[in-house]
């Protein structure tokens, strides 16, 4: 069965969600302790966070509402955004994350993510793998690498990564889908993958769609946020308990 994670994304200090990454389409939503407590009160288990505003500056900004949310719920986090070197890591580990999504550094210092990953623990790390035409981009999806994603992910997971975070930037904060055929395509070629879909889930037929592409997690924001998709739809679906 698919696991639901909700994102939550961090722009000073507020919820927000922005479309494709685009800085200039950001949606504020409110405090994200408040709804990382209500996300907990649903019944969720999981969250996602990501500091935009650290994937900007090139380093960790928005830790104090890391922490802030740790220490308010019992929600395992995953945080990305900004971790850049180790005290970056640190912090995110410190502040209550249990793991941390790691992207340009596996890009542009592939040998810094691979001591993170001897050092830390495939269980703590999450290879992000963020997609514009085929290609991983990098910093806060402000820069395109010419790294292609196949080479991306069959390099570091047979390194040792195990978990790995993809999100289509064409489909993310849409609501016109998520890349279903991508992800199944990267099911396919690597079963071993614990992959967390991203981007464009709209409904809950979207996530029925990953589910049968065989996709084990999926991350949904806009969605849930907005209220296109209720607790009520996804506990018929035993997708949500509590």
């Not at 505003?53 to 900004?82: C, M, P, W, Y």
């Amino acid at each position: 069965m698919i696991d639901l994670i909700p994102a939550i994304d961090i722009i000073e200090g507020k919820c927000v969600r922005l479309t494709q990454g685009n800085y200039d389409t950001k949606q504020v939503y409110g405090d994200p302790v408040e709804l990382a407590a209500e996300f907990e009160r649903e019944g969720f288990k999981r969250l996602h966070i990501v500091d935009l505003d650290g994937a900007k500056s090139h380093h960790v900004v928005n830790i104090a509402t890391l922490r802030e949310i740790s220490r308010r719920t019992a929600l395992q986090i995953d945080f990305g955004g900004g971790v850049k070197t180790d005290d970056d890591l640190r912090q995110v580990f410190d502040a209550g994350a249990q793991m941390a999504t790691v992207g340009s550094i596996a890009v542009t210092q592939p040998d810094l993510y691979l001591n993170w990953l001897h050092t830390f623990g495939a269980e703590r790390l999450i290879l992000g793998a963020d997609v514009r035409d085929g290609k991983v981009s990098i910093n806060g999806w402000t820069e395109d690498s010419q790294t292609e994603l196949d080479d991306f992910l069959a390099t570091f997971l047979k390194a040792g990564t195990r978990n790995v975070l993809c999100t289509d930037i064409s489909r993310d904060g849409t609501m016109r889908g998520p890349a279903t055929e991508l992800y199944a395509r990267v099911m396919r070629a690597h079963p071993e993958c614990r992959l967390i879909a991203s981007g464009g889930v709209r409904n809950v037929g979207d996530i029925e769609e990953l589910e049968k592409a065989g996709v084990p997690q999926v991350v949904v924001g806009k969605a849930l946020l907005g209220g296109f998709i209720t607790k009520e739809e996804l506990k018929e679906r035993c997708w949500l308990k509590g």
